[in-house]
């Protein structure tokens, strides 16, 4: 395509094209097909066009000219960036889409993942698609195994559900992890990791070390507004990961855990934040084997069988004695003070204070 010199009159009337999402593919001058508008009619429907008011026509932003701006940084101000759209159930989805049109959004986030650039504040929307474990009004939840590789370090990735669970997704296949983050500084809210077809399905998946022998960063993350339904194996897998934030996340019976570090894994997780959390009967809440530094407050912790003494072995806040100086304050338990030392355990350098249990208060490690 070469510089081109439109008339007057061309060129208002190919703006009105473009701003009705009817833009030209010949930009050849003299070329404006139809019906060519004089200058005083083009500029009135251009004035109409920015005021909605232009019968049987919506006002449309060119592709070209919303990148523009999202690269500027005035959209969102933590930096700017491509929006980028999915939306499986759209009639127009297609991973053939360049993915900024919500109108034709792509069909997996896979894709977009690959279109996202690295430390550029792109964001991934990922729209509702009406449908949940239990039963839905259309057919396709997000149902894919999708990893963040470590080269694409600063996406932000968004569920745009409506309601307090977020958008469902699944893994899709069975044993599998929904979303496995590589790069760093990610952000992941606003979704419901859930089991629907696959079985044995894990949440996230957040590695720093080395995967297929290449070195991964999965740290600095934030998850947050996030869902966790019942036939999710481990809804959070932190291996070596630090400086995360688990903030207002719901985990709903857990077939093993909540929040789990691996022992035999890279190494230990630090300075990560967890907390104003919901975690209801599941196997295990937090498994944290080698923690260190970390903060855990505010979190609720509910598991029916903890009331009995003696039953609910470990199914509180575990962290086992290779970790350090973690403070875990000002959370709520269904346990007993008699059931404290069982349900929960501490290193000896640990801080627990002010914790809420069913029937007191405690100031003491578990």
């Known amino acids: 395509m070469t510089r081109q010199r439109y008339s007057e009159k061309e060129s208002m009337n190919r703006i009105v094209r473009i701003f009705e999402g009817n833009s030209l593919s010949d930009d050849t001058p003299d070329t404006v097909p139809g019906d060519v ?12 066009l920015l005021g909605d008011s232009l019968p049987n026509e919506t006002f449309t932003l060119p592709e070209a ?15 700017g960036g491509y929006n980028i759209f999915v939306a499986p159930n759209h009639a127009n989805a297609s991973d053939a889409n360049t993915g900024f049109d919500a109108n034709n959004p792509l069909q997996t986030i896979t894709q977009a993942v690959s279109i996202a650039r690295a430390d550029r504040g792109d964001t991934i929307f990922v729209l509702q698609n009406d449908g949940w474990q239990y039963g839905s009004g259309l057919t396709s939840v997000i149902s894919e195994a999708v990893t963040i590789p470590a080269d694409k370090p600063g996406i932000r990735l968004i569920g745009c559900g409506a309601g307090s669970m977020g958008v469902n997704w699944e893994a899709g296949v069975s044993g599998t992890y929904c979303l496995t983050i590589n790069a760093i500084d990610t952000i992941v809210e606003g979704f419901n990791f859930c089991e629907t077809t696959a079985v044995g399905c894990n949440g996230i998946h957040c590695h720093w070390g080395t995967e297929d022998g290449a070195a991964v ?10 869902f966790f339904s019942d036939g999710i194996d481990t ?19 857990c077939d093993e855990y909540g929040l789990y570090v691996d022992p035999a894994a890279d190494g230990d997780i630090a300075y990560t934040e967890i907390r104003d959390n919901w975690f209801y009967d599941c196997n295990i809440a937090m498994s944290l084997n080698q923690a260190d530094y970390c903060l855990i407050r505010d979190n609720y912790i509910h598991n029916p069988d903890a009331i009995v003494s003696g039953s609910a072995s470990g199914e509180g806040i575990v962290i086992n004695a290779s970790g350090s100086e973690n403070m875990v304050v000002n959370n709520y338990f269904s346990c007993t003070l008699n059931n ?3 349900f929960c355990s501490s290193t000896a350098d640990d801080t627990w204070a002010n914790n809420h249990l069913h029937d007191q208060n405690t100031y003491t490690n578990p």
């Open 37 to 48: 508008l004089s200058e005083n009619e083009a500029l009135s429907d251009i004035t109409e």
């Open 217 to 226: 960063y999965g740290e600095n993350s934030i998850i947050a507004n996030c």
């Open 65 to 79: 000219v919303q990148r523009a701006i999202g690269n500027s940084g005035f959209v969102r101000g933590w930096g």
């Open 235 to 253: 809804a959070i897998e932190m291996e070596y990961a630090w400086y995360l934030k688990v903030v207002n996340c719901r985990f709903y019976e």
């Open 340 to 342: 404290w030392g069982n």
